[in-house]
């Protein structure tokens, strides 16, 4: 049975947990603009962000969908389900399930057990109602709260995190926190933008000032590496952008997309199908990886700091 403790006397982790009491507000807001009949995408909607945030938002959206209508999304969620598909027969944790992410409800059904975390409330309902229409509820439990709070008696054989564990500051804290939750051996699977591409990295300097959720907002840097191969493996990664991320501005304007939407695919295409490089693979805008936990608690081991280029 998982369980939350308010106990907690690590400094950098109360403000940890400040951080993401903010955080939650904010997407309470998504969830509520998404139960609007005519908003497809809380985010782009949500009345908490700026209005630089929300064109950010859009753009990211508007990429989203260019690549779901050539089949792009289709063919890199097939990638990641199998890598995890061994493994999503266990018991199975994913941080930050929200109102379900596109492997929720697959891995609930693969699964031995799974249990989803995620900050808003509303969001875990939603998800509970999906669950129960499925006829799921034996075998899953959800928990609306903090990872930083969270413990469990159960160890995980896998642990999906879409696009979340960038939204913490410190990586030396959570990827411990998260190998403890883990059998030994046990499989991460994450996907998050990265900013150690430097040009990459000015862009996004640029939009920081103006951005509305910055505090939660941590791109993985050469630090964060470092900190997630203290605790794990990484045994494959693939990703996007190292490119085509330029291309987004041009494709945003009216006629651009129909003419360059093609060559984009096919740009995108090409990365995602280089080989993996564990120094190259950084060097996208958006990564999607497997590490494998390793047998030694992370604290025993000696940090060999690193810089990636």
Not at 100 to 113: D, F, K
Not at 210 to 231: I, K, N, R, Y
Request: proline share 4%.
């Amino acid at each position: 049975m998982a369980h939350f403790s308010s106990d907690d006397p690590g400094f950098s982790k109360q403000q940890m947990k400040a951080v993401n009491a903010t955080q939650a507000a904010f997407y309470e807001s998504i969830q509520a603009a998404e139960k609007k009949a005519d908003v497809k995408d809380g985010y782009v909607a949500n009345e908490r962000a700026g209005w630089v945030t929300r064109v950010w938002a859009a753009l990211r959206k508007q990429r989203k969908n260019l690549l779901m209508q050539h089949g792009v999304r289709e063919h890199v969620e097939e990638r990641v389900r199998n890598c995890m598909l061994e493994a999503s027969r266990g018991d199975v944790l994913e941080i930050g399930c929200f109102n379900g992410t596109r492997n929720s409800l697959w891995l609930a059904r693969h699964c031995a057990h799974y249990t989803g975390l995620d900050l808003s409330p509303s969001a875990v309902q939603v998800l509970q109602g999906k669950l129960s229409s499925e006829g799921l509820n034996a075998k899953t439990e959800l928990w609306a709260g903090d990872l930083l709070d969270f413990t469990s008696d159960r160890k995980f054989d896998l642990v999906y995190a879409q696009g979340v564990l960038h939204h913490f500051q410190h990586p030396e804290v959570l990827f411990p926190l998260i190998h403890s939750l883990m059998k030994p051996g046990a499989l991460l699977v994450f996907s998050d933008p990265v900013e150690i591409n430097l040009l990459l990295r000015f862009v996004r300097r640029l939009y920081r000032p103006f951005q509305t959720d910055h505090a939660w907002e941590w791109p993985f840097t050469s630090q964060t590496v470092a900190a997630l191969e203290q605790s794990f493996v990484l045994s494959e990664a693939f990703g996007y952008g190292r490119f085509s991320t330029l291309w987004m501005p041009f494709l945003s304007m009216p006629g651009l997309n129909l003419l360059l939407g093609r060559a984009y695919r096919r740009l995108v295409e090409w990365e995602l199908a280089r080989p993996f490089d564990q120094r190259k693979v950084w060097q996208n805008a958006v990564v999607y990886g497997t590490a494998h936990a390793r047998a030694v608690e992370p604290e025993n081991l000696v940090a060999t700091p690193k810089v990636i280029q």
